[in-house]
């Protein structure tokens, strides 16, 4: 039985982020779980460039990366989840976890890369308290 799935609706409704960025790097899709995690509207993200959620000192190494890939057609990272430093809108510092894949047009040209993106930074932040707590307790049984 062939079931038609409603792309727009499953877009919408996943619990992880949806970015779809054009060769330039501008955004052009925003899913409402984009917006709970960075905290941009559709409204405000659509358009802008990808440096809106990138940190600072970030943004030369990663768009030397992306040049590359929309030049070569090809990324390196393939099917790996990537764990960076991010910004939500209120200047906040995030942890997030994601994977890209590129997106072709009909004739085969490379029209854009999509990320799915999740929030990690709770994650992150407990395993390195727990880390930290590790590391204390093993001083004290070394001493």
Partial sequence: MQTTIDLEQLVAAVGDAIIVSDPEGRITLWNPAAQRIFGFSEDEALGKSLDLIIPQRLQARHWEGYQKTMQT?????GNDVLKVPAVHKDGRALSIAFSVALLYSAPGTLSGIVAVIRDETSRFQEERNLRKRLTELEARVGA
């Fill in 73 to 77: 057609g090809e990324t390196r990272y």
